[in-house]
């Protein structure tokens, strides 16, 4: 009728990725491969974080090759990519190891300064960047914590470091401030098949996908597991955690 507003949509417009820049760390494995090609198909422009020397291909369903531009690096060496990271609209932190049952003073370092330490950095490196302009779409980073953060993962040495990088995330989250902080959403996956685990119920391509279709619809906290105590319990724990350290701890002044 007229002098009457249309009423607002019932979901919220789904987040574009079409010709938005992504960044990919762990690019060569499983999840990350997969993550490509999924974004790939939603024609966003991809950049491969890779720790190994050689250039990275890649190749869709089809054979033909997916256009990414392949940037070399590694852990303790995040402040290198300072300046490629400028380009990029959408970071995802997904790389790491698992040690599995070496209980080492070498395994432990590898663990901390991979799953933890090196997350961490690259993650404040990127929050440090300029903010975008209001009004503007914001930047995003995207950090794979993993369902190890709370649940037994048969690798101590690997919930142990994706708890540290787990209760990082949470005390980083509570300091998002200005006109158009950068957007910090917190994947926690179960157990999918990898090189870190060959016994995965769910295949990278499944998780990469619902990944991805939780995030354009503008979910903080995506979880993808085929168990549902995870669907309980991670949330109640979020929520008590930013309780928690709203009340305990204070931004840098």
């Excluded at 422009?45 to 033909?64: F, H, K, V, W, Y």
């Excluded at 402040?79 to 070498?106: F, P």
């Excluded at 179960?190 to 295949?203: D, E, Q």
Aim: hydrophobic share 45%; proline share 8%.
């Amino acid at each position: 009728m007229p002098g009457q507003h249309p009423s607002a949509p019932l979901w919220p417009a789904l987040l574009p990725l079409r010709g938005k820049t992504v960044a990919v760390s762990g690019a060569r494995g499983a999840l990350g491969t997969a993550l490509l090609r999924a974004l790939h198909g939603h024609g966003a422009e991809l950049m491969a974080l890779t720790s190994s020397p050689e250039p990275m291909t890649l190749s869709d369903g089809e054979d033909r090759p997916i256009p990414l531009r392949s940037v070399g690096w590694c852990c303790g060496q995040e402040q290198a990519l300072a300046a490629c990271l400028r380009e990029v609209d959408i970071l995802v932190i997904n790389h790491g190891v698992n040690v599995y049952g070496d209980r080492s003073a070498a395994a432990i370092e590898r663990s901390l300064e991979v799953n933890a330490l090196s997350a961490w950095r690259l993650l404040e490196l990127f929050l440090q960047l300029p903010e975008r302009p209001a009004g503007s779409p914001c930047r995003e980073v995207w950090v794979n914590t993993s369902e190890a953060e709370l649940l037994p993962a048969l690798s101590p040495l690997y919930e142990i470091s994706k708890r540290l990088l787990g209760q990082l995330l949470s005390l980083r989250a509570l300091d998002g401030q200005g006109e158009n902080p950068c957007r910090i959403r917190r994947l926690v996956l179960g157990p999918f098949r990898s090189a870190l685990n060959p016994y995965g119920v769910m295949g990278a391509g499944f998780v990469a996908g619902q990944v991805i279709a939780q995030a354009r619809r503008g979910f903080g906290l995506i979880i993808v597991t085929p168990n549902p105590i995870t669907l309980v319990l991670v949330p109640l724990q979020m929520g008590l955690r930013h309780l928690y350290g709203r009340l305990f701890s204070r931004a840098a002044s």
